[in-house]
């Protein structure tokens, strides 16, 4: 908690700062994602991204898909396509900021890949979405958040491959592994906070509210010019 207030502390300072140049009221932002943005069983309205958009007088467009994943075409599965070809016909072209939240559906291709051929698979493909949107929407801004800090291999490895990625690209990541704030590795947490206590993806309404001052402050950090 005190990483989070010192973290939430120096955001509001730089937002302070440079208030004048961000103006994201009547922008319109795209969630790209998994079940983190679609929000599971729960409407998509109780999700901090949504509340966040909202509260900065923006236009929210949820293109998130429970299951989705950002390599590996899951349509066998029931989950549809990888992002890698979703983004392509569900963001819309006049879109301003683009979110990626993503790759926690990832993380099990990967911790039950013996040979890494999954590895290198996942790697591409995240530099094929982060190019392809870059590319299709030149004139959006790109952000990426990444998923908590399973206590699993694949999710330090998946995370660590984001921010290598969005950094050799210069793209903002919400780094929500580091952050600290969703503590999914304690029952009593996702008792309370998570959809389920044996869940560890998706937050209830008062789990996404834990992250709203974050994630608004990630919000105009992205939009400033």
């Not at 690209?169 to 304690?186: E, H, Q, S, W």
């Not at 709203?212 to 400033?224: H, K, M, N, S, T």
Request: charged fraction near 20%.
């Amino acid at each position: 908690m005190k990483k989070l207030i010192t973290t939430l502390f120096a955001l509001s300072a730089f937002i302070i700062t440079f208030a004048a140049d961000s103006n994201l009221s009547g922008k319109t932002i795209a969630f790209l994602g998994d079940s983190y943005v679609k929000n599971h069983r729960r409407p998509s309205s109780e999700t901090w991204h949504a509340k966040a958009a909202s509260n900065l007088g923006m236009n929210y467009v949820n293109c998130g898909r429970n299951g989705s994943s950002i390599a590996f075409d899951r349509t066998r599965e029931g989950f549809g396509p990888a992002m890698t070809e979703r983004y392509k016909t569900e963001i819309p072209d006049s879109v301003d900021y683009i979110v990626i939240i993503a790759g926690h559906n990832d993380t099990g291709f990967i911790e039950n890949d013996a040979e890494q051929n999954r590895w290198q698979e996942f790697c591409t493909g995240l530099d094929t979405l982060l190019d392809g949107i870059k590319s299709q929407f030149p004139k959006a801004r790109l952000a990426f958040v990444t998923p908590w800090a399973v206590e699993r291999p694949g999710f330090t490895k998946v995370n660590a491959q984001i921010i290598t990625a969005c950094g050799q690209r210069c793209i903002p990541v919400l780094d929500m592994a580091a952050m600290g704030v969703i503590d999914v590795n304690n029952p009593d947490f996702r008792a309370k906070y998570f959809q389920g206590p044996n869940d560890t993806a998706h937050l209830n309404a008062e789990g996404h509210d834990l992250l709203v001052p974050l994630g608004e402050a990630f919000l105009q950090l992205i939009g400033l010019k």
